[in-house]
């Protein structure tokens, strides 16, 4: 069994090793090419201050590249009796260049490597879901397009309310996406600082350099207190979910109401027939499987920040195990989002709408609104128009005018689909992913 990175000549028993390590082995797999990267870095930058020689770092990088590689092409594991991803990639370094590998830890903790590994991380999941996000916009905003004229019922209190259209409710979900993306954008921006050299949260005697390591791993800036540079671990999980719970609560209300919309008694709209299944016992069913689905994991995702305040919210300043355990909650979250998204841009692009549904008279109430604003517009005083028309209705006499003229920003008549497009395009080009992208790239590459 490989001794620990701690350890010095007591051993922890098995049973405590198994509590302890707990889910590690597993989950930080999702971490190891960030955490090769950012030790690159890190290396380089022990290089420029003197602690490690030239020839020693070319041995180092050179070996790290073919540990990248490994992890990049699936063949990178961790070995039973090694504690996570950090101690896996100095023993393997260790074994193939001797006493060199153990130099790389100088100047750094397992603290601020795992905050720096997460950042990385999820610095490009976010990247990711950004760009999910960005292309099931572009498909409501198509559907809102293509079907901007077919009218459909609003709802109040799942009463028959007033005129709405496709064009609007495909329209609603693609303007919601734009403050979900804001939320993405300034949860990218508190991943985006490089806390690397806080160490176990009070820095180092070493002279380390902060300003080159945050060069190197394309960092807007770095987390400059160490202390808080600590502090940061939790909270930044905890702001990230508060983002994705964000795009979860959009897509979620999506699924619910396309379930709705696609059952016999609204028949709306009709969903793709793969996205349905059937039942063991009734044959005509087509159950929205997949939205439904969409729905309960989206709502389960509502719940991701909570967990993790629970888990995080209550410790003071400083380093604590109980920070391990967000790993389980935060890291497998992404995935999970990134394929309800995925499952949503399939099921929109595919749907079909009902353009016919208002020749069915019980819809025919909902232009009362509409009569009452025609009577009002030709002079009659607003509320003898809604007295008149509320009688009418109740004596059988109301006939509605399906004709309809909405003209004001927003409305059935004016979408802004463009003035929407223009927000989120604006958006996306505040993210910087190209300056992280060609960092780690030319990092792995020196």
Same mark, same amino acid.
């Given at each position: 069994? !490989?001794?620990?990175?701690?350890?010095?000549?007591?051993?922890?028993?098995?049973?405590?090793?198994?509590?302890?390590?707990?889910?590690?082995?597993?989950?930080?797999?999702?971490?190891?090419?960030?955490?090769?990267?950012?030790?690159?870095?890190?290396?380089?930058?022990?290089?420029?201050?003197?602690?490690?020689?030239?020839?020693?770092?070319?041995?180092?990088?050179?070996?790290?590249?073919?540990?990248?590689?490994?992890?990049?092409?699936?063949?990178?594991?961790?070995?039973?009796?090694?504690?996570?991803?950090?101690?896996?990639?100095?023993? /393997?370094?260790?074994?193939?260049?001797?006493?060199?590998?153990?130099?790389?830890?100088?100047?750094?903790?397992?603290?601020?490597?795992?905050?720096?590994?997460?950042?990385?991380?999820?610095?490009?999941? /976010?990247?990711?879901?950004?760009?999910?996000?960005?292309?099931?916009?572009?498909?409501?905003?198509?559907?809102?397009?293509?079907?901007?004229?077919?009218?459909?019922?609003?709802?109040?209190?799942?009463?028959?309310?007033?005129?709405?259209?496709?064009? /609007?409710?495909?329209?609603?979900?693609?303007?919601?996406?734009?403050?979900?993306?804001?939320?993405?954008?300034?949860?990218?921006?508190?991943? =985006?600082?490089?806390?690397?050299?806080?160490?176990?949260?009070?820095?180092?005697?070493?002279?380390?350099?902060?300003?080159?390591?945050?060069?190197?791993?394309?960092?807007?800036?770095?987390?400059?207190?160490?202390? #808080?540079?600590?502090?940061?671990?939790?909270?930044?999980?905890?702001?990230?979910?508060?983002?994705?719970?964000?795009?979860?609560?959009?897509?979620?209300?999506?699924?619910?109401?396309?379930?709705?919309?696609?059952?016999?008694?609204?028949?709306?709209?009709?969903?793709?027939?793969?996205?349905?299944?059937?039942?063991?016992?009734?044959?005509?069913?087509?159950?929205?499987?997949?939205?439904?689905?969409?729905?309960?994991?989206?709502?389960?995702?509502?719940?991701?920040?909570?967990?993790?305040?629970?888990?995080?919210?209550?410790?003071?300043?400083?380093?604590?195990?109980?920070?391990?355990?967000?790993?389980?909650?935060? /890291?497998?979250?992404?995935?999970?989002?990134?394929?309800?998204?995925?499952? !949503?841009? #399939?099921?929109?692009?595919?749907?079909?709408?009902?353009?016919?549904?208002?020749?069915?008279?019980?819809?025919?109430?909902?232009?009362?609104?509409?009569?009452?604003?025609?009577?009002?517009?030709?002079?009659?005083?607003?509320? =003898?128009?809604?007295?008149?028309?509320?009688?009418?209705?109740?004596?059988?006499?109301?006939?509605?005018?399906?004709?309809?003229?909405?003209?004001? !920003?927003?409305?059935?008549?004016?979408?802004?689909?463009?003035?929407?497009?223009?927000?989120?395009?604006?958006?996306?080009?505040?993210?910087?992913?190209?300056?992280?992208?060609?960092?780690?790239?030319?990092?792995?590459?020196?």
């Amino acid at each position: 069994m !490989a001794s620990k990175l701690w350890e010095k000549n007591v051993s922890a028993t098995a049973e405590i090793e198994r509590f302890t390590v707990g889910r590690d082995r597993e989950l930080d797999l999702f971490l190891a090419e960030s955490d090769v990267l950012g030790s690159m870095a890190h290396t380089t930058m022990l290089e420029s201050i003197g602690l490690i020689k030239p020839d020693e770092l070319q041995a180092l990088l050179a070996e790290m590249r073919n540990i990248l590689t490994d992890i990049r092409q699936g063949r990178f594991e961790i070995e039973e009796g090694v504690e996570d991803v950090h101690s896996e990639v100095e023993l /393997l370094l260790t074994r193939r260049l001797g006493d060199v590998g153990k130099k790389i830890h100088s100047g750094r903790s397992r603290n601020d490597q795992v905050l720096l590994d997460l950042k990385l991380w999820t610095r490009r999941q /976010l990247r990711q879901v950004v760009e999910l996000v960005s292309q099931l916009f572009t498909v409501l905003q198509k559907q809102s397009e293509r079907y901007r004229d077919v009218l459909m019922p609003g709802y109040t209190h799942l009463q028959v309310a007033m005129p709405s259209s496709f064009g /609007l409710w495909f329209g609603a979900y693609a303007e919601s996406l734009t403050d979900d993306v804001r939320f993405l954008q300034a949860a990218y921006q508190m991943v =985006d600082r490089n806390p690397l050299g806080s160490a176990a949260g009070y820095g180092s005697s070493f002279p380390l350099d902060r300003e080159l390591t945050t060069r190197l791993l394309g960092f807007e800036s770095m987390a400059y207190n160490v202390v #808080y540079a600590q502090m940061g671990r939790g909270k930044m999980e905890r702001n990230v979910a508060f983002a994705l719970a964000s795009v979860a609560g959009t897509l979620s209300k999506l699924a619910f109401d396309a379930c709705m919309f696609n059952s016999q008694n609204f028949a709306f709209l009709k969903l793709p027939d793969d996205c349905t299944t059937g039942s063991s016992i009734m044959p005509h069913k087509k159950n929205p499987d997949v939205f439904e689905l969409t729905r309960a994991k989206c709502n389960k995702l509502h719940g991701l920040p909570t967990q993790l305040t629970l888990i995080a919210g209550n410790l003071p300043s400083g380093y604590f195990r109980d920070l391990q355990i967000t790993k389980e909650v935060f /890291l497998p979250a992404f995935d999970e989002l990134k394929d309800c998204i995925r499952m !949503a841009i #399939y099921i929109i692009e595919r749907v079909r709408v009902n353009e016919h549904i208002l020749d069915d008279p019980r819809y025919d109430l909902m232009f009362s609104v509409e009569e009452v604003n025609r009577l009002a517009a030709s002079g009659m005083p607003f509320r =003898d128009a809604y007295r008149k028309v509320g009688l009418d209705i109740e004596a059988g006499r109301f006939t509605p005018e399906k004709e309809i003229h909405h003209t004001h !920003a927003g409305s059935i008549g004016n979408l802004c689909n463009a003035e929407v497009r223009a927000i989120m395009d604006k958006l996306l080009a505040d993210f910087h992913f190209k300056r992280a992208e060609e960092a780690e790239k030319r990092l792995s590459e020196i």
